[in-house]
């Protein structure tokens, strides 16, 4: 794969899931190039599908496929993509089954004109919505909640036949987390949800403007980052400039922390925090936090890298990459005859014998979803000789699943959930085990914890889910379901 998967505990196997990536240009030449590297720049966000859509002149010419950024597009059929306006995708599945057609962009002839819609995020409202619109006489072709997206916003612009009174009505209705970005025409349109959960940041590029889901998409194509869209804001970019056309975010934002920690990869500037200074960050505070005796600090490559470096730093104990990965097996699979010689961890990771035997190992990783990955890598560390491995981990212990578009859905996946960390501890085998608290990660982070979901780590979420308790909500009893939440 082009950009290394991050965190994931490291390991193929069962995925943990990642967010999906959006981005959109507005330029005076091609943009479908653009759009291509704008993808390479953020591949970790989703390997399963990507696509762009882009308008020709006339109407809206599309290409997707299953697979890598490079997999899916040649010069020929970027070629076949000619326009000046178009937007991206690329998706993780966190709804909807792995297959071509939730591939996204979806695009819809409307009697209006093409309307076409790249969606990171989940909508936590999406049966209600979809059912509404069923009576109402509309039908679907997918289960995604992205398509209920892009028909909502279809049937409001045939209400409203103004493409930005449409958007601003969808969004009245849409509740969840929604980075989007639309085509309508030759115009393209960001949208940020009201409470800023996925990121989107907006930038210049040559002849023109944009947005993608990471800043990271800006320094690759040779443009510049200008800043973050802002939450509930809709923005229209063209060759000449970034106009706001509506800024409905609420009072306290909710932006995701499991950017920080997992997702975004450490160049990204997400809301005015470098992701990188951030892990750094978590690191030191948690060596302040768990110190511990020992002589080598390790990271879990890639995704314990910056957080190991910043306990270093801060403990003085030497950092050393003790564990080398192979970067060339993200599809692999073990031989069915070779299945008890070969150890499916040592596929990825491989440890540095003469970094860790006869050693105190500090291992430091971003987080642990199940466990079974962080227990393989400590007896990998254990075999290689090392004396002591004691766990630090980078993000709180996660013990309530995300409906907001992360693939983490159900309770007795995490291995956090009813264990105490002395139980987490013996249960990946560790000699010690202890994570970042919530106080630290949101001071490693550096915005008020009212301006953060924590909805994983505390079961308490931004958004109004049934079941669920709300952030403003003081007990269970008080909880209103979605459907009779007042549109
Ligand atoms: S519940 Fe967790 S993973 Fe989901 S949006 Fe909130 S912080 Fe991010």
Same mark, same amino acid.
């Given at each position: 794969m082009g950009t290394p998967r991050p965190g994931g505990e490291g390991l193929p196997g069962p995925r943990r899931g990642e967010a999906c990536g959006v981005a959109g240009f507005s330029v005076g030449g091609e943009v479908s190039p653009l759009l291509y590297y704008a993808?390479?720049?953020?591949?970790?966000?989703?390997?399963?599908?990507?696509?762009?859509a882009v308008f020709d002149g006339n109407r809206a010419r599309i290409h997707r496929g299953m697979g890598l950024v490079h997999e899916i597009f040649s010069p020929a059929t970027l070629k076949g993509l000619q326009g000046s306006s178009g937007i991206a995708h690329v998706r993780y599945s966190t709804t909807g089954l792995s297959k071509i057609e939730y591939a996204q962009p979806i695009v819809l002839?409307?009697?209006?004109?093409?309307?076409?819609?790249? $969606?990171? /995020?989940?909508?936590?409202?999406? &049966?209600?919505?979809?059912? *509404?619109?069923?009576?109402?006489?509309? @039908?679907? +072709?997918?289960?995604?909640?992205?398509?209920?997206?892009?028909?909502?916003?279809?049937?409001?612009?045939?209400?409203?036949?103004?493409?930005?009174?449409?958007?601003?009505?969808?969004?009245?209705?849409?509740?969840?987390?929604?980075?989007?970005?639309?085509?309508f025409g030759d115009r393209v349109f960001c949208i940020r949800d009201p409470l800023g959960i996925k990121p989107l940041a907006l930038g210049r590029v040559e002849g023109g403007w944009g947005f993608a889901s990471e800043s990271v998409?800006?320094?690759?194509?040779?443009?510049?980052?200008?800043?973050?869209?802002?939450?509930?804001?809709?923005?229209?970019?063209?060759?000449?400039?970034?106009?706001?056309? $509506?800024? /409905?975010?609420?009072?306290?934002? &909710?932006?995701?922390?499991? *950017?920080?920690?997992?997702?975004?990869? @450490?160049? +990204?500037?997400?809301?005015g925090r470098c992701v990188y200074d951030v892990r750094r960050n978590i690191g030191r505070i948690l060596a302040r936090e768990a110190p511990v005796e020992a002589d080598v600090v390790i990271p879990v490559p890639d995704s314990g890298r910056a957080h190991a470096l910043g306990y270093s730093t801060?403990?003085?104990?030497?950092?050393?990459?003790?564990?080398?990965?192979?970067?060339?097996?993200?599809r692999t699979f073990i031989l069915p005859e070779q299945g008890e010689r070969v150890e499916s961890i040592r596929i990825?990771?491989?440890?540095?014998?003469?970094?860790?035997?006869?050693?105190?190992?500090?291992?430091?990783?971003?987080?642990?979803?199940?466990?079974?990955?962080?227990?393989?890598?400590?007896?990998?560390?254990?075999?290689?000789?090392a004396k002591e491995v004691h766990v630090r981990i980078g993000c709180p212990p996660i013990i309530a699943p995300c409906y907001l578009g992360i693939d983490m859905k159900t309770r007795d996946q995490f291995i956090a959930s009813g264990r105490t960390v002395d139980e987490i501890g013996r249960a990946i085998e560790a000699d010690s085990l202890a994570y970042i608290s919530i106080d630290g990660l949101v001071r490693a982070i550096g915005m008020p914890a009212e301006h953060l979901c924590l909805g994983c780590l505390t079961g308490v979420y931004p958004v109004k889910i049934r079941g669920e308790k709300y952030r403003y909500q003081l007990t269970l009893d008080s909880y209103q379901t979605s459907s009779q939440v007042p549109p």
């Open positions: 993808l390479r720049a953020i591949q970790h966000r989703g390997q399963e599908s990507a696509g762009i002839h409307t009697l209006y004109g093409d309307l076409a819609v790249s $969606h990171n /995020g989940e909508i936590v409202n999406a &049966a209600e919505l979809r059912e *509404e619109l069923q009576l109402k006489g509309l @039908a679907f +072709s997918t289960d995604l909640d992205s398509e209920v997206i892009v028909r909502l916003i279809a049937y409001e612009l045939s209400r409203h036949r103004n493409v930005v009174e449409a958007l601003k009505a969808a969004m009245r209705r849409l509740r969840g987390s929604y980075a989007l970005a639309v085509l998409s800006f320094d690759i194509t040779s443009g510049e980052f200008v800043r973050d869209v802002m939450p509930g804001e809709i923005v229209e970019v063209t060759p000449e400039e970034a106009i706001t056309h $509506h800024v /409905g975010g609420e009072d306290v934002p &909710a932006h995701c922390m499991f *950017e920080y920690v997992y997702f975004a990869r @450490a160049d +990204s500037v997400i809301d801060e403990s003085g104990i030497p950092l050393a990459e003790g564990i080398m990965k192979n970067r060339y097996v993200e990825k990771l491989n440890p540095v014998r003469s970094v860790i035997d006869g050693k105190r190992v500090i291992l430091v990783d971003d987080s642990i979803v199940r466990g079974n990955t962080m227990r393989k890598i400590v007896r990998m560390l254990k075999r290689a000789g």
